[in-house]
C-alpha cells in the first residue's frame, strides 16, 4: 500500500508539472503569435507606404496635396493596436491619423497648419459640415473687424428681446431676468460658455446670422453660400488664420485670449494643457467639433470637424494628442 501511494503521488506530481508546462507553452507561443501579428501590420503598413507627401502649403494654396495611404484591411487590428499606430513615430502623422480612423476617415475633416513653417496636413478639408458653435469664432472675427474700423462700439449695449432666447449652451438661458448686456460681454460669452443667446443678440444686431456669415466671407474673400450654418474645415482655417495674424491689436489679442478660457475641455484640450489652447467646440446632433490655435513653442492651427463619428470627443482627443507630440517633436 505504502509503495502504490508513493507511486500514485508521483504520477500526480508528474501529471500537474506536465499540465504547468503544457499551458505555460501555451501562453508563450501566443504572446509570440501576437507579436508576430503585430508586427506583420506594421511591416504591411511600411511596405505599403510607397509614397509620402506633407504638403508645405497654407490650405488657401491652389497646390495643396492630398496626403494619400496604400490600401489596407484595418479590420485586422482592435481599436487598441490602432490607438498604438496612432502614436509610432515611425510612420508619418498623416498616415497614423488614417490608420487609426479606418473606415471613419470620411467621417472627419481635419487641417494642421504650422504658423511658422507653413507645414500642413489636411484630410478632407473641402468636406462641408453644420458649422454649429464654431460659428461664434467668425462672428467675433467680424465683430472685432467693424470695431477696428470704427463702426462697432463694443461699450454699446444690446436689448434682449424674446426672439434671442435659445436653448442648449450658454448661461444667460438660466437667468430669471435678461437683461441688456454690452457688445463686449455679449462676444465674451459667446465664447467662453459658447452662449447661444449672446450669440443670438449679436447676430440680430448685426443684420442676422447670414448677413454675418456673407460680409465674413466677403471680407476674407471667400466664395461659399452663406444662407445656411455649413462650413469648411478650409473656410475655418482661414477664419484662423486671420485672427491669428492680427493678433498684435488688442482686440484679437482678447480674443484669444477669452478662447482658452472655454469651459469645454474634452476634445481638443482633454490631453494637453488647456492653457495654450484658444479653441471653440461646435455641437450639434452628431456633429461634434473643435477648432483652433495651439500656442505651443512651435504655434499651429488644427481644425477637427466630424459628422457621425462614433466616440468623436474621444477620437479628436486622442488625434488632437497625437499632433501635439509630432509638433514637439519636430519642431
Known amino acids: 500500500m505504502k509503495i502504490k501511494r508513493k507511486h500514485k503521488r508521483k504520477i500526480s506530481t508528474l501529471t500537474i508539472l506536465f499540465t504547468i508546462l503544457l499551458l505555460s507553452s501555451f501562453f508563450i507561443y501566443s504572446f509570440l503569435s501576437s507579436q508576430n501579428n503585430i508586427s506583420e501590420v506594421n511591416s504591411t503598413i511600411e511596405d505599403n507606404i510607397s509614397s509620402r507627401i506633407i504638403s508645405s502649403n497654407s490650405p488657401d494654396s491652389d497646390s495643396v496635396t492630398t496626403l494619400s495611404i496604400s490600401s489596407l484591411d ?14 509610432n513615430n ?25 504658423l511658422e513653417n507653413n507645414t500642413c ?25 467693424l470695431n477696428s474700423i470704427g463702426q462697432l462700439d463694443l461699450n454699446e449695449y444690446i436689448e434682449y428681446l424674446p426672439e434671442d432666447y435659445e436653448e442648449g449652451t450658454g448661461i444667460l438661458q438660466y437667468e430669471y431676468y435678461i437683461d441688456s448686456y454690452s457688445i463686449q460681454e455679449l462676444l465674451d ?22 448677413e454675418v456669415r456673407k460680409n465674413l466671407y466677403n471680407l476674407l474673400k471667400i466664395d461659399f453660400n452663406s444662407s445656411e450654418n455649413i462650413i469648411t474645415p478650409a473656410i475655418e482655417y482661414k477664419i484662423l488664420k ?25 476634445r481638443l484640450t482633454k490631453y494637453i494643457d488647456e492653457n495654450i489652447v484658444a479653441h471653440k467646440i461646435g455641437t450639434y446632433d452628431t456633429y461634434i467639433h473643435d477648432v483652433g490655435i495651439v500656442f505651443d513653442n512651435s504655434p499651429y492651427i488644427i481644425i477637427l470637424y466630424t459628422h457621425d463619428l462614433e466616440d468623436a470627443e ?18
Open 74 to 87: 484595418y479590420t485586422s487590428l482592435s481599436y487598441s493596436e490602432r490607438l498604438g499606430i496612432l502614436f
Open 90 to 114: 515611425n510612420y508619418l502623422i498623416d498616415d497614423r491619423i488614417k490608420i487609426y480612423l479606418g473606415d471613419e476617415i470620411d467621417n472627419i475633416g481635419l487641417i494642421y497648419y504650422n
Open 121 to 145: 496636413i489636411n484630410i478632407n478639408d473641402n468636406m462641408e459640415f453644420i458649422a454649429a458653435s464654431t460659428y461664434k469664432v467668425g462672428l467675433n472675427l467680424y465683430a472685432y473687424y
Open 189 to 210: 460669452l459667446s465664447l467662453i460658455y459658447s452662449d447661444n443667446i449672446a450669440t443670438n443678440m449679436l447676430g440680430r444686431y448685426l443684420g442676422g446670422h447670414e
Open 242 to 266: 486671420c485672427i491669428y495674424e492680427y493678433s498684435y491689436y488688442p482686440n484679437f489679442k482678447h480674443m484669444l485670449s477669452v478662447l482658452t478660457q472655454s469651459e469645454y475641455n474634452d
Open 314 to 331: 474621444e477620437k479628436i482627443a486622442n488625434i488632437s494628442n497625437a499632433l501635439y507630440q509630432y509638433n514637439n517633436l519636430t519642431y
